[in-house]
């Protein structure tokens, strides 16, 4: 909720964010009091009743706004952000539909239409939101709806080679560190550019925080999304070497600019087109690859699962593959000379 302000008549005036439109322009509810505290009190009173009203009348854009509202204070901003512009891409035309007028029928043909020009996954992403926004304001409702089939994600997991490649070419520079920090972690951009001096123990490395884009698009530290996600890794000491001497923040680009950076690096290197997440893809390959057991490398990544593991990191690197593919065809040319010569 946003900070009271002194008015110059000595009142208080606090103003809570009420509503996005459908053009995507959002829209406020103020409240003035003659002390800050009885301004706070109407505020949050007014928040509290507003997620608690009845939706006879409430269209589904609507319902989403006040879903949002309703779980603002418990997700992260990066979600608040998704979540908003999943709204105000994929909801404009089926969310002028009253909730009591809401149909499959008409929910199948949103879906149809989105899928059209969409991923699968972006599709699914905006049917979830859709689904929990019911599921709070028409329990009652039953969505029955199908959805595009999911597709194998074709990602391409960097070598060794790849990231010695790019490791040479910014040799000296800050994002040579986030890429160590992602490759051999492996941290998420968002955790490298949060990271600080004070969070640097010896070779171990503290993840407690991240940086994320909240819906103003302005870029804060806040805790991590999940659990999972506080870990302590031990990096190789050269590893650490390269951050010695640096104060404060360890990085200071913002997660963004990363992206940028790295975009860049990867073109003028010559290595295959891959992306900066996808340096933790090759990390977790690497340790499986080496018979690392899956919760060790559950715990050193972050990942509150291995249903990620399953789909994606458990794909060993295509060197891997190709070298235990000749310890394979040289046993198995080994015993056909020695079935020939036996003969």
């Not at 105000?88 to 035309?93: A, E, I, S």
Request: net charge positive.
């Amino acid at each position: 909720m946003a900070t009271p302000k002194k008015l110059p008549s000595g009142s208080w005036r606090i103003q809570v964010f009420d509503h996005v439109d459908v053009d995507g322009k959002k829209h406020y509810k103020s409240f003035t009091a003659p002390t800050r505290r009885e301004a706070q009190f109407m505020a949050s009173e007014w928040a509290a009743g507003k997620a608690a009203q009845a939706p006879e009348n409430l269209t589904l854009y609507g319902a989403v706004t006040r879903y949002i509202d309703a779980k603002r204070g418990v997700l992260s901003p990066s979600t608040v952000a998704f979540y908003e512009q999943t709204q105000r891409c994929y909801l404009r035309k089926v969310g002028e539909i009253r909730l009591k007028d809401l149909s499959n029928t008409a929910l199948q043909i949103w879906i149809s239409e989105i899928s059209k020009d969409h991923s699968p996954k972006t599709v699914r992403n905006a049917h979830g939101l859709v689904s929990a926004t019911l599921e709070m304001f028409a329990p009652d409702f039953r969505l029955k709806t199908t959805l595009p089939a999911r597709k194998k994600p074709d990602l391409y997991t960097p070598s060794d080679k790849d990231v010695k490649m790019l490791l040479d070419h910014v040799a000296g520079k800050e994002l040579e560190i986030a890429i160590l920090l992602a490759a051999f972690g492996p941290m998420r951009r968002g955790e490298i550019c949060a990271l600080t001096s004070d969070d640097i123990h010896g070779d171990i490395v503290d993840v407690n925080k991240s940086m994320v884009m909240g819906p103003d698009r302005i870029w804060s530290v806040k805790q991590p999304k999940t659990y999972s996600s506080y870990r302590q890794i031990e990096y190789p000491h050269f590893v650490i070497e390269k951050m010695a001497g640096i104060e404060g923040r360890i990085i200071k680009a913002t997660p963004e600019q990363i992206t940028s950076r790295f975009c860049r690096a990867v073109r003028f290197s010559g290595v295959p087109h891959f992306r900066f997440h996808d340096l933790r893809h090759y990390s977790a390959s690497i340790m499986h690859a080496i018979g690392i057991p899956d919760q060790y490398i559950l715990q050193r990544g972050g990942w509150g699962s291995d249903n990620v593991m399953k789909t994606v990191y458990r794909n060993v690197i295509n060197l891997e593959a190709a070298k235990q593919n000749r310890k394979i065809i040289k046993h198995f040319d080994k015993i056909s000379h020695e079935i020939s010569h036996g003969n």
